[in-house]
């Protein structure tokens, strides 16, 4: 039985990189095959190379799930995955290389405040 499933899976496997190299001819642009275990079996899909992290995860999410993921979903994954504590680090390291970042940070919003 082992023997024919992976013959399916190697099978599977070729149609995707078929896919692939279909989608280059066509459009240029150089796709990658990805996957992901649905009921204990592997199923294969395409995107760009260039595709971000983020991206890819949503895109594997609506194929598990049949559905795109909700507000609450995107925030506990990019908590999960770290990018959120990455880009908060990215803003607090943006607003520490200022000179003041705190009377610059006060006096935007005094401009706000102002200008409504």
Same mark, same amino acid.
């Given at each position: 039985?082992?023997? #024919? ?7 599977? %496997? ?6 692939? +190299?279909?989608?280059? &001819?066509? $459009? ?7 996957? #992901? ?7 294969? %899909? ?6 971000? +992290?983020?991206?890819? &995860?949503? $895109? ?13 979903e995107k925030l506990f994954d990019l908590a999960m995955s770290g990018e ?17 970042p705190i009377s610059e940070y006060l006096s935007q919003e005094t401009v ?5």
């Amino acid at each position: 039985m082992a023997a #024919f499933s992976d013959w399916r899976n190697k099978r599977a %496997f070729r149609r995707a990189q078929a896919r692939a +190299e279909k989608l280059f &001819r066509k $459009t240029g642009t150089p796709h990658m095959v990805c996957g #992901f275990l649905r009921n204990g079996e592997p199923e294969y %899909f395409v995107v760009p190379k260039d595709i971000d +992290e983020e991206q890819l &995860r949503e $895109t594997v999410f609506a194929l598990r799930n049949g559905r795109p993921m909700n507000q609450a979903e995107k925030l506990f994954d990019l908590a999960m995955s770290g990018e959120l504590v990455r880009t908060a680090e990215r803003v607090i390291e943006h607003y520490l290389q200022r000179e003041d970042p705190i009377s610059e940070y006060l006096s935007q919003e005094t401009v706000t405040d102002a200008a409504a």
